[in-house]
């Protein structure tokens, strides 16, 4: 599943973000999922869940903000009711041929971490 892979280069994106702003540990990322993306929501979410185990970051929860695609006709305007993963190649009203826009995100869009001190770190 390329899931997985995905899941380590958002946790390597997301401890680069970390990383400049000193020690920390990951406690939520939250990504963009289009419809269109060949990404299943639910596999990423385990494959975060594998990808960080063992690690510092293994409490952390990866956040999906599901984005669907839209069908549109240039006469009578975007097509609701859709079912997701159906597609209708002509608008049910006029029969004019559809067109699909959105639903191909696939993005980090917040991290949110905790900073850490180092051990041996300034105390009060």
């Not at 409490?59 to 599901?66: G, I, N, R, T, Y």
């Not at 006029?94 to 051990?119: H, K, Q, Y």
Request: aromatic content about 4%.
């Amino acid at each position: 599943m390329h899931e997985m892979g995905l899941a380590v280069e958002i946790r390597r994106l997301a401890r680069e973000a970390v990383a400049g702003h000193g020690p920390g540990r990951i406690e939520i990322v939250r990504v963009a999922v289009g419809e269109l993306s060949a990404v299943e929501p639910d596999l990423l979410e385990f494959a975060w869940e594998a990808a960080v185990a063992g690690t510092e970051d293994a409490a952390s929860k990866l956040e999906v903000d599901f984005r669907p695609a839209r069908q549109t006709c240039r006469v009578c305007g975007e097509i609701a009711g859709r079912a997701p993963g159906s597609w209708l190649r002509l608008c049910p009203r006029c029969g004019d041929a559809l067109t699909v826009s959105g639903g191909d995100d696939l993005d980090v869009l917040r991290v949110v971490f905790e900073e850490t001190v180092p051990l041996g770190g300034a105390s009060s």
